[in-house]
């Protein structure tokens, strides 16, 4: 079983919509600590975060926004993330926007420098400060944790650059022009929902603990909501149909959960405001209960 450090992060800095800055609360009203613990594992800490004070002039990389406080908490989410690893608890982190990944991403290298990171999303956030478009920088994480430009800016000082070729990424739909460059010179896996339909979202999620297991490497996921199709799961600013079902997320966090691999999990972008009495909220604990290891039959799961 599991120690777990469940560490919010309320903040929508990362995009214009508002609404997600609820997510963390959203989660655990939904049960989230609760079914953690009635799966055997214990949660050592369960508490919201506070964004480090930084100063970042805006102007000299618009339309890129919100520099400052999104730098705050990516440098506040990376320590407090790395306190949990030195502890030798399993991270939990929940969104607030995708922006708080680029957090996660470098306690991960920090902590972990051959881990393999599975991707759960509609996009691949692999903009950086100088190719996006919009500005929101829950739009850069992925590229910024993997060393392109704007990752001295967020971080403070130099980081470990998460190394692309260990990302995998599925269930992608929604790519600017960009970053599908950036994505194929860096040499990132990405599965879009063509790869799902072809190929099944068992045989993507089996290639990745495929691959992690060669380097003998843990995996940490990261879930947006986006991930799922927005019929189901219409908590989220940032809609893009045609998305997985809920058997198909189902599947993909019990094949991870099966690996005995993920060692740290981000869930993010859940805005329930955009919500329908708590029904993506409560998608989104399920999904996590499913990478602890909740099953529906009785099958041997690994220990934590």
């Known amino acids: 079983m599991a120690t777990v450090s469940v560490l919010g992060a309320p903040t929508q ?8 800055l609820m997510g963390p609360a959203a989660l655990r009203t939904a049960g989230l600590a609760e079914a953690l613990a009635e ?23 618009a339309p890129a926004h919100s520099l400052s406080e999104t730098a705050g908490w990516v440098r506040a989410i990376r320590r407090a993330m ?18 708080v990944a680029a ?43 993997c060393g392109l430009a704007g990752a001295d800016l967020i971080y403070g000082e130099p980081i470990r650059p998460l190394e692309a070729s260990r990302i995998t990424m599925i269930g992608i739909r929604s790519v600017d022009p960009d970053e599908r460059r950036l994505l194929a010179t860096h040499g990132v896996t990405v599965h879009d929902m063509r790869d799902v339909d072809e190929f099944g979202m068992g045989d993507l999620v089996r290639r990745a603990v495929t691959r992690a297991k060669a380097d003998d490497a843990p995996i940490h996921v990261s879930l947006d909501v986006d991930f799922l199709d927005p019929d189901l799961a219409p908590a989220v600013g940032t809609t893009v ?33 955009l919500d329908e009495r708590g029904r993506t909220a409560h998608l989104m604990v399920d999904l996590a ?10 099958r041997p799961t690994p220990s934590w």
């Not at 799966?39 to 000299?60: C, F, K, M, Q």
């Not at 790395?82 to 922006?99: K, N, T, W, Y």
């Open 13 to 20: 800095s990362g995009t214009y919509r508002r609404g997600c």
């Open 39 to 61: 799966l055997g594992h214990t949660v050592a800490e369960d508490r919201d975060l506070a964004p480090d004070a930084i100063a970042i002039d805006d102007a000299p990389h």
């Open 82 to 99: 790395g306190a949990a690893f030195e502890a030798g608890r399993v991270p939990i982190l929940l969104g607030g926007d995708h922006s």
């Open 103 to 145: 957090g996660s991403l470098a306690a991960v290298s920090d902590a972990r420098p051959a881990a393999h990171v599975v991707w759960l999303d509609a996009h691949p956030d692999f903009n950086t400060l100088e190719t996006t478009v919009s500005g929101n920088l829950h739009g850069i994480p992925v590229a910024v944790a």
């Open 241 to 273: 149909p045609g998305g997985a079902t809920v058997r198909e997320a189902h599947l993909a966090m019990e094949i991870l959960s099966e690996s005995g691999l993920v060692a740290s999990l981000d869930l993010v972008e859940l805005n329930p405001f």
């Open 289 to 298: 209960a499913s990478l602890f290891g909740r099953t529906i039959m009785d």
